[in-house]
C-alpha cells in the first residue's frame, strides 16, 4: 500500500499516444487542473512545476506505466514527484461507483486521481522490477504478433502452392520456412521455372543455404514433374 499522508495533489493521468488527459484532485477533492495536455517533456514539466508551486507534493497516478504512460513518470520522477499506477481492471470496477456511464478522458483522469486519494490501497508502487516486466511484456508482444504474421504468410504460401502444383507443395511444404526454399520460391516463380533450371544450378542456389541437407533434395528425382496427364485417352495402334 502506498503512504499518501503527505501528498497534497492526486494527479490522475488518462495517458494517450500524442496528449493525455491530466486531472488533479486536492485532499479535499477540489479539482486543481483538469485538461488535456501534449505528451511532451516541456508541457509535463511545466504542469507539474505548477502544482508543485501552488500546492506541494504532487502524486502522479497513471493508467499505464509502460510504452505511452513511460514519458510522465520519467519526468515526474525527474522533478521529485512519487508515482503510482492504478491497474486497468481495478479502475473499471471503481468506475462503477461514479455516476455515468459514458466512457471519457476526463472522466477516466478524474476517478484515477480521486481513487488514489480515496482509496490509496488500490494503487501500487513502480519501481525498476516493475518496468522491467512491463518493458519485457511489451517485448514479448511485438514477438508474438511477428510470429502471427509468419504463421499467415506461411499458410497463404501452402495454399496458393497447393492451388498451382500440390505435388511440389509436398516437397517443399514441410520446409517452406527454411531460407533455402524461400529463396527458391523467389528466385524462381512457378514450377515449370524450377524444373527449367536444371539440377546444377539448383544445387548451386540451394547448397550454401543448406549444407546439411539431404542429397536427395539436390536430385532431379526430388523435384515433382510440371507435366500432367492428357485427359484424353491415347489413341490405339493400328494391328
Known amino acids: ?3 499518501t499522508g503527505d501528498i497534497d495533489v492526486f494527479l490522475g493521468m488518462d495517458v ?3 496528449e493525455h488527459h491530466a486531472t488533479a484532485v486536492t485532499s479535499a477533492r477540489k479539482k486543481a487542473f483538469d485538461r488535456r495536455l501534449p505528451n511532451t517533456e516541456p508541457k509535463l514539466r511545466e504542469l507539474f512545476a505548477k502544482l508543485q508551486a501552488k500546492h506541494g507534493t504532487v502524486l502522479v497516478v497513471v493508467d499505464q506505466p509502460a510504452s ?9 520522477r525527474d522533478m521529485g514527484c512519487p508515482v503510482a499506477y492504478l491497474p486497468g481492471l481495478t479502475m473499471r470496477r471503481i468506475a462503477d461507483l461514479y455516476p455515468g456511464e459514458a466512457k471519457t478522458d476526463a472522466r477516466d483522469a478524474f476517478i484515477i486521481a480521486d481513487a488514489a486519494r480515496a482509496m490509496p ?8 522490477e516493475d518496468e522491467t516486466i ?6 514479448v508482444g511485438f514477438d508474438d504478433d511477428l510470429a502471427g504474421e509468419a504463421t499467415r504468410v506461411a499458410n497463404r ?3 496458393l502452392l497447393t492451388q498451382i502444383h500440390p505435388s511440389l507443395e509436398r516437397v517443399l511444404g514441410p520446409r517452406l520456412q527454411h531460407p533455402a526454399v524461400l529463396s527458391l520460391l523467389e528466385r524462381f516463380g512457378s514450377p515449370v521455372q524450377i524444373r527449367k533450371a536444371g539440377r546444377r544450378r539448383l544445387i548451386t542456389l540451394l547448397r550454401p543455404k543448406a549444407p546439411g541437407w ?3 533434395w539436390s536430385t532431379r528425382s526430388s523435384l515433382p514433374s ?3 496427364p492428357s485427359p484424353f485417352p491415347a489413341p490405339r495402334r493400328p494391328r
Do not use: F, Q
Not at 505511452?68 to 515526474?76: C, E, H, R
Not at 488500490?122 to 519501481?127: C, S, W
Not at 512491463?134 to 517485448?139: K, R
Open 16 to 18: 494517450g499516444k500524442g
Open 157 to 159: 504460401l501452402h495454399g
Open 68 to 76: 505511452i504512460g513511460a514519458l510522465p513518470l520519467a519526468v515526474a
Open 226 to 228: 510440371t507435366s500432367r
Open 121 to 128: 490501497h488500490t494503487l501500487r508502487a513502480i519501481d525498476g
Open 214 to 216: 539431404p542429397s536427395a
Open 134 to 139: 512491463a518493458e519485457l511484456e511489451m517485448i
Open 1 to 3: 500500500m502506498i503512504d
